[in-house]
């Protein structure tokens, strides 16, 4: 499985971004897919996650509210809505799958920089 993020950049507070994560290869093995971030100094950390069929989305209390993860199945692309960005969203994003066999895909992230 291979993962390719995009639409990272540099927003002001209270901005919108929107970032894609397409994937190709064998994504009939992917279970779940999500966004991560690691900010400098700070270890990477859970963003959103989504289920490949049911659609169930799981979002980190720092994000709930203001992120929307979404999937398109037939582009076999996730995304990830950012609304009302704050400073210390900045981080470089990146997008995982998981299989079923519990390994995980990573892709090369993508940077987001919010300024206040």
């Known amino acids: 499985v291979q993962l390719v993020e995009s639409g990272g950049g540099l927003v002001q507070a209270g901005g919108s971004l929107r970032l894609s994560c397409a994937a190709s290869?064998?994504?009939?093995?992917?279970?779940?897919m999500g966004w991560y971030r690691q900010a400098p100094g700070k270890q990477r950390e859970l963003v959103a996650t989504i289920t490949t069929g049911g659609g169930i989305r799981n979002y980190a209390d720092s994000v709930k509210g203001r992120f929307t993860i979404s999937r398109d199945n037939a582009k076999n692309t996730m995304y990830l809505q950012m609304n009302s960005l704050k400073p210390e969203d900045t981080a470089v994003y990146y997008c995982?799958?998981?299989?079923?066999?519990?390994?995980?895909?990573w892709g090369q992230g993508t940077q987001v920089t919010v300024s206040s």
């Open positions: 290869g064998s994504t009939f093995s992917i279970r779940t």
């Open positions: 995982c799958a998981r299989a079923y066999t519990n390994y995980d895909y």
